[in-house]
């Protein structure tokens, strides 16, 4: 048997106006969802359990099958593994962003999308002349960098910190790291970067060219490295993930899957989507489970762009959904009455991403299921409402694993 997940990160929304009240899945044409939509289940889950963040961090751990309340111990330690950064079980791990402040208020987490080779030069300068004991900071990907306070000399277990792309447009200093006797080791790191980026000839050049300056270093998701089983000791399968996002790299690392390079892979609406279906048809040979990841449709709705929301979910199903099912019913037969294919789908979002509020949101999301002794209860559309309307609903996101993997069969 063959499983393939496909996950448009962020891409479930509210009806919006510029859409005619629709949402970008309605808005979008996706004749390959709405076709596997009519072959399988449509069904939602929830994936951010009560009282925890609802970022892709926990979400996405909860849709592959971890209990995000046993295994989560901060967002910033599933993206240093990606980075093949060493931890050990007393260091502290924090991501650090690079982000865009206007007036005292947070106008872009990522500053403008700035490159990695900008966001390291920036990082190493910074690094050199500020003061930080017993703290190593680490590049990244674009805004996205990774602190570590090695050592277990500091408690950090009290802190409070705030995801930037949380509190868009709102003052920073409602936000600032807060709890325990270190926060104002963070607040400096903050007040330091402002002084050090300001004059950077980097931010000079990006002004010149129209471009977002890199403010300030925003320190966040702070943890400790987590202990999860594998997933082959789990569920007795091997997986490998496509994506272009550290995080969901790094909670691969932790259980044990392989991640594929694949060429031409970003976090934006510039992403190579064909790259990412064929590599993803591809893996099927060696693998019993591919995870197909895709970060614009969330890039588009912390932008507040429902355009780019809805062509990117358009890619999705033109380049990654429909030559992967087409592949799959190829090789593994066709789903029917019967059951008789040796193959199982499932897409679904990790987490509404709003576009008016540019926002994380924890409403349960919406998913859909086909292949393998999968019934179709009724031929409707992909979409949050029909999803919202079936007969399937998930509270526990992490057993949803268990039910695409096994049910039925």
Known sequence: MKYVIVIPDGAADQP??????????????????????????????????????????VCTMSLLGYDP????????????????????????????????????????HSAGHISSTESRRLLGDFAEQADLPGVALYPGVSYRNIMIDRGGQRDWSELVTTAPHDIPGEAIR??????????????????????????????????????????????????????????????????????????????????????????????????????????????????????????????????????????????IDQHVVGPVHAALEERYGAAGPAGECGWRMLVLP??????????????PVPFLMAGANVKSVLQRTFSEAHANDSDLHIDRGHELMEYFLRSGL
């Open 350 to 363: 990790d987490h509404y991403t709003l576009v008016n509020t540019r926002k994380h949101d924890p409403t």
């Open 174 to 315: 409602k936000h600032l790291p807060v709890g325990g006797q270190h926060a104002k080791l963070l607040n400096q790191i903050i007040a330091e970067s402002e002084v050090a980026l300001a004059g950077h000839e980097i931010n000079h050049t990006r002004a010149e060219i129209g471009e977002l300056p890199a403010t300030h270093f925003w320190p966040w998701g702070q943890g400790q490295r987590p202990s999860m089983p594998s997933f082959a000791e789990k569920y007795g399968m091997k997986g490998a993930m496509i994506t272009a996002v550290d995080l969901l790299a790094g909670i691969s690392s932790f259980i044990g899957w392989d991640r594929l390079d694949v060429p031409g892979q970003t976090s934006y609406h510039d992403n190579d989507y064909a790259a990412a279906g064929r590599y993803g048809i591809d893996a099927l040979e060696d693998y019993d489970v591919v995870c197909i990841h895709i970060e614009a449709p969330d890039e588009a709705g912390h932008a507040a762009d429902p355009a780019t929301k809805v062509a990117a979910v358009g890619a």
């Open 69 to 108: 309340a046993k295994y989560h111990r901060g967002r910033a330690p599933l993206e240093a593994a990606a980075l093949g950064i060493e931890m050990s079980p007393t260091d502290w791990i924090f991501r650090v962003n690079l982000v865009t402040v206007i007036e005292g208020k947070m106008q872009d």
């Open 16 to 57: 919006l106006s510029e859409l005619g009240d629709r949402t970008p899945f309605e808005a979008a044409d996706t004749p390959n969802l709405d076709r596997l939509a009519g072959l399988g289940r449509q069904g939602t889950a929830v994936t951010t359990p009560k009282g925890m963040p609802c970022g892709s961090d």
